[in-house]
C-alpha cells in the first residue's frame, strides 16, 4: 500500500527554522503531480497551507507567504516544506498530501484533490 511519511516537525522558538519532509512512499502506485502541505491547530479546521504543482507552480496561505518554502525531489519522491521565522501561530499538526493512483494513466488532468494523506508531524513554536 502507498504511504506518506513525513518528518522534521518538533518545537522551536519564534524566529526560528523548520523543515519538513514527507516521503511518498509509491509502493507500485503513481503519482499525480501535485503536492500539499496542510496544518491543523488544536480546535481548528485543518488549513492549506501551500502547494507544488507539475507546472512547478507553488501557492502559499496568507498567513505564511514570503516565510514558508514548498519544493520537492521528484527523484526521490519526497516533498519539502521549509518554514523560516516561524510564529507561535504557527503551531499546528502539519500534513502532506498527495494524488496517487494505482497507474498513471488513471491520474486526473485537472482539479486535482488529494486522496492519499501523511500521519502528521507536531511543529510546537513558543515564544
Known amino acids: 500500500q502507498a504511504q506518506l511519511v513525513e518528518s522534521g516537525g518538533g518545537p522551536v522558538e519564534a524566529g526560528g527554522s523548520l523543515k519538513l519532509s514527507c516521503v511518498v512512499q509509491l509502493n507500485g502506485f503513481a503519482r499525480c503531480g501535485a503536492g500539499w502541505w496542510y496544518r491543523q491547530a488544536p480546535g481548528e479546521e485543518r488549513e492549506l497551507v501551500s502547494?507544488?504543482?507539475?507546472?512547478?507552480?507553488?501557492k502559499y496561505a496568507d498567513s505564511v507567504k514570503g516565510r514558508f518554502t514548498i519544493s520537492e525531489d521528484n527523484v526521490a519522491n519526497t516533498l519539502f516544506l521549509q518554514m523560516n521565522n516561524l510564529k507561535t501561530e504557527d503551531t499546528a499538526v502539519y500534513y502532506c498530501?498527495?494524488?496517487?493512483?494505482?497507474?498513471?494513466?488513471?491520474?486526473?488532468?485537472?482539479?486535482?484533490?488529494?486522496?492519499?494523506w501523511g500521519q502528521g508531524t507536531q511543529v510546537t513554536v513558543s515564544s
Open positions: 498530501a498527495a494524488v496517487l493512483r494505482r497507474f498513471a494513466f488513471q491520474c486526473p488532468t485537472k482539479d486535482l484533490v488529494p486522496n492519499y
Open positions: 502547494s507544488i504543482h507539475s507546472d512547478g507552480t507553488t
